[in-house]
């Protein structure tokens, strides 16, 4: 199994405060996303980084932001929580980014807004 | 807009027949395709992938077959045990972004 690790599993908290989900690897793989799942909309591409640093927006990046200073770490940060945030959250990782890959995910983050 | 579809959210078989998963796309820029096995409480892991420039590609029990004219993709596991019972989902990427479908969840019956 790849090693990553994502905290905490399950949040509970209330529209309008901040959150801030971690995913933490220890593979050395360079890219790192993530997703949330929804039943109606499947998986979905929040943001993902290509680097230290590097970061880049998906399909669904209004009202999160990302940061990574380390190549083991990727944080997503919720500023203002909003019900519709309510989900299960995804980090994965790959080697490469192009061409036939495959990410590995971690465990999930199941977030509840109230 | 969803741009990958899974149209069968559920699918139940006989423990030893053939599942089929499809998966349909709108993205004609797609080149690669890949499928995920999830189960309860777990993140998603890798199952079988393909390029565009295939048309099929098998890995033991599980072969996927690529239509582009139709843009269709399918998921064959032959035979069907009870441990693939599972939530399956298709993905699409081109570039930078992978684009998922909603999922199918398979229930192998013994």
């Known amino acids: 199994d790849a090693g990553i690790t994502q905290s905490p599993r399950h949040k509970v908290t209330e529209t309008g405060t901040p959150v801030t989900l971690r995913c933490h690897q220890t593979?050395?793989?360079?890219?790192m996303y993530w997703y949330r799942q929804d039943p109606e909309h499947g998986l979905r591409l929040i943001h993902y980084s290509y680097g230290v640093k590097d970061t880049d927006k998906g399909e669904v990046s209004d009202g999160y932001s990302v940061s990574r200073s380390k190549t083991e770490d990727f944080l997503l940060t919720l500023e203002s929580a909003t019900s519709s945030q309510t989900s299960v959250y995804f980090c994965?990782?790959?080697?490469?980014?192009?061409?036939?890959?495959?990410?590995?995910f971690g465990p999930g983050t199941r977030l509840t807004v109230t | 807009d969803q741009q990958v579809k899974q149209n069968s959210p559920s699918l139940s078989v006989q423990e030893g027949r053939i599942s089929i998963l499809n998966c349909d796309y709108t993205n004609s820029m797609f080149d690669y395709f890949l499928w995920y096995k999830k189960y309860p409480a777990e993140g998603p892991t890798f199952l079988i992938s393909i390029s565009s420039i295939k048309d099929k590609n098998e890995d033991g029990r599980f072969t996927v077959f690529l239509n582009k004219s139709a843009k269709h993709l399918s998921l064959h596991i032959v035979p069907s045990q009870p441990g693939d019972s599972a939530v399956y989902f298709c993905a699409a990427g081109a570039g930078n972004q992978f684009y998922f479908g909603t999922g199918t969840s398979l229930t192998v019956i013994p």
């Open positions: 593979e050395n793989h360079r890219y």
């Open positions: 994965a990782i790959s080697e490469s980014l192009g061409g036939l890959y495959e990410q590995y």
